[in-house]
C-alpha cells in the first residue's frame, strides 16, 4: 500500500519557519502543532538560514548553481560518450587499413 507524500506551498513553509525565528515557539511545539515532522521543520528552518531568497524552489525548479552543475554533468556524459565512439572509430580504421 503506498502513500502519497503530503506536498506544503512555498508560504506555508516560510510561514512555519516565521513561528520559530520570530514568534518564539520552539521546533517541537510548531511541528506538532502544524502536524509535521519536526526534522522536516528544521531542514526548512536550515534551507531558508542558507538561501533566503532561493528558498523553496518547487517541484522541478532548481537554483541556478544546480541547474548549471546539471547541464554541465549533461555535458560531460555526452562529451565521453563521443570520445569513447570516436576511440573505436580510429581503433576499427586502424585495424581496416593494416
Known sequence: MTTKRKSYSKQFKIDAVKLVTEGG?????ASRNLEINPNILRRWKDQLKCDSDQAFPGKGHLT????????????????????E??????????????
Open 85 to 98: 565512439i570516436l576511440k573505436k572509430a580510429a581503433a576499427f580504421f586502424a585495424k581496416e587499413s593494416s
Open 25 to 29: 515557539y520552539k521546533i517541537t511545539e
Open 64 to 83: 541556478p548553481e544546480k541547474e548549471e552543475l546539471h547541464r554541465l554533468r549533461e555535458e560531460n556524459k555526452r562529451l565521453r560518450m563521443e570520445r
